[in-house]
Each structure stands twice: as structure tokens, then as C-alpha cells.
């Protein structure tokens, strides 16, 4: 997702983006676990992804010869999902996430996976999403559970599943919030790198990075990221510690360690005297 969100953060996504080979398998496979979900999910009829990336995510809702379409702020990732997902159908464009460029009902399906926490006024995407869709269609939203989240300074408003749910029904008749959680060892995983971040953040015990600009701490998070991941989740990456997509699951029993909130959206609501598709 990059830095260069910074410059417009209030109209566009701000975060790390999920690289192959480079974020923990634990991660991917999250992200991965969404996407299955979300495919389990889909009928007929065109989908769009926002906030796609470099679009290896997006490129499994091609399944069934389905027709997807990909859209994400960012010049460099959406040439890499040009020329690596191109060839396969994914159409990708490049568009702002509360200002997408297109039509009033193009779609009868939407993803919006781990985005709605980058932004500052999170209504804008939704009410978006809610937009381009169709009368009968359905958007799926994947964001981090507020208290099992870890702090990112990217993640800009989290989510606990009552306020998700208040949000989307407000754009959307049928609204229903789950869970996507992993298996107790897993769990356990993410728990053990957390605490090794926690131990590196006691460092900064005068809480600098609470108190230089919000700008600088990003930046200086975007640098040390890839050096964390290095330090603190060595072997994590690459396929060596065995954590897959399977290792996650959908509940309905949602509490405070639930890692991911999974909910589905249908049948947006219309501005009165706004035209139906």
C-alpha cells in the first residue's frame, strides 16, 4: 500500500500490503483464508476487489470463469497485477477506494478485504461499495478485530463487531457479522510474535512514537518492517512453518480473541429517488 498515502490520508488507503515470500505465513494465509471464504460465497455475476494489491488474492475469485475486477490506489501494484493476472482475465484499474470510477450498479458481488481499517472516515468506503453494486448485490468485509489487533499505525479505526454492524446497515438491508479465527496453535503463533513486538515497543519508553508526527512514525514503520520481519519472524516466511489457509474457519462466536470480523452485506439501500439497477 506505501507511504505515498500519507500525502492524502483522509482520501486514500494507508497500510502494509501482504508480499509473497516476505509477510509470515501465518499472515498469507489469513489473507488467504478471507479470500476462500469469500469465494465459497460467490454466484454468478461480475466481482469487484478493492484494494486488490499486486492481485494473487483476487486472482482466486477468478474461479468458474468468473469475471473479476480489481482496483487499488497504487500505480506499482496494479502494474504487477496487470502483467502477472492480466493474462488470466483479471482486469485491474487504478482508483481511489472512496471515489471508485464506476457506474451506479456494476457489480453483483464486492470484496473489501483488510481496507476499511486504513481509512480516517470509513462510512466513504462502505457507502461506496454500496453504490457500485446492484440492488440484490452483496459486498464482504474482512478487518481485524479491534481487541486482538495488534498496534499498526496504519490501522487507522478498528472494529469491534457491534460498530461493523451499525456501519454496514447503514448502507445495507441484510447485514450479518462473523468471525474468521485459526485453530489453537496457530493462535498461538500470532501470540508469540506479538509478545517479541511487544518486547522490542518497551524500548520506547518515553512513547516517542506516539509523539512525533503520525507521518514520521509511518514512515519509519514502512523502513522497519520488512527488517522486523527479518529479526522477529525469522522462518516465519516462505512456506517453512506449514500454516495454510486451512488452519482457518468461519464462527459465529465472536469474543475478544477472535482474530478477523468476516461480515456479508446485502442489498444496498438507495438514496431516495436514486435510479435501481
Not at 505515498?4 to 516476505?22: N, S
Not at 451506479?104 to 454500496?130: N, R, Y
Not at 446492484?134 to 499505525?153: K, R, Y
Not at 518486547?199 to 514502512?222: C, E, M, N, Q
Request: one cysteine or more; a negative charge.
Amino acid at each position: 500500500m506505501g507511504t505515498a498515502a500519507e500525502e492524502h490520508p483522509g482520501r486514500r488507503l494507508t497500510g502494509e500490503r501482504p508480499m509473497e515470500g516476505v509477510t509470515p505465513d501465518s499472515l498469507l494465509a489469513l489473507h488467504a483464508a478471507g479470500y476462500r471464504t469469500v469465494l465459497e460465497r460467490l454466484g454468478g455475476g461480475t466481482v469487484l476487489d478493492v484494494g486488490c494489491g499486486q492481485g494473487f488474492e483476487s486472482a482466486r475469485l477468478l474461479a468458474e470463469h468468473r469475471e473479476v475486477v480489481g482496483a487499488d490506489y497504487s500505480p506499482e501494484a496494479v502494474t504487477t497485477a496487470r502483467r502477472r493476472w492480466g493474462p488470466g482475465g483479471l482486469r485491474v484499474a487504478q482508483m481511489d477506494a472512496l471515489a471508485l470510477g464506476f457506474a451506479t450498479g456494476s457489480f453483483a458481488w464486492a470484496c473489501s478485504s483488510h481496507l476499511i481499517e486504513h481509512f480516517e472516515e470509513p462510512e466513504g468506503h462502505v457507502g461506496e461499495l454500496a453504490r457500485v453494486l446492484a440492488a440484490d448485490g452483496t459486498a464482504f468485509f474482512l478487518t481485524p478485530n479491534a481487541p486482538a489487533d495488534f498496534e499498526n499505525p496504519f490501522h487507522i479505526h478498528l472494529f469491534e463487531p457491534d460498530e461493523l454492524r451499525t456501519l454496514l446497515g447503514r448502507h445495507f438491508h441484510d447485514v450479518r457479522v462473523q468471525g474468521l479465527d485459526a485453530v489453537p496453535q496457530v493462535k498461538a503463533d500470532f501470540a508469540a510474535r506479538r509478545e517479541k513486538a511487544q518486547k522490542v515497543l518497551r524500548l520506547d519508553v518515553f512513547d516517542l512514537r506516539h509523539r512525533i508526527p503520525r507521518s514520521w512514525y509511518v514512515g519509519a514503520y514502512t523502513r522497519l518492517l520488512p527488517v522486523a520481519y527479518r529479526l522477529i519472524a525469522r522462518g516465519d516466511a516462505g512456506g517453512a512453518t506449514g500454516i495454510t489457509a486451512d488452519d482457518f474457519s468461519v464462527t459465529d462466536e465472536l469474543d475478544r480473541t477472535t482474530m478477523v470480523l468476516f461480515a456479508t452485506a446485502a442489498r444496498p439501500r438507495r438514496p431516495a429517488g436514486e435510479a435501481r439497477c
